[in-house]
């Protein structure tokens, strides 16, 4: 699961485990919704580009995503 995990969202999943016990599975998804929404246009961004597929809205280390596992 970890490995399907990653491949879909670009980060490890145990270094999540911290933020879903302390808030719950719901409230980490919904923050995950977030952090993957391009700030320009709104739309949902992948985690293997570096930018808005939509707009081109350039949104790495805007929202901080996942830097630690990710390099
Ligand atoms: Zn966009």
New binding site residues.
Partial sequence: MDKRYREKYGMSMLENLETIRDSGLDHFIEGEREKWR??????V?SAHRDE??????PYRGQNKIGTSSIT
Avoid: D, S, T
Wanted: charged share 10%.
């Fill in positions: 391009c700030n320009q246009c709104g739309a961004l808005c597929l939509q707009c081109g809205e």
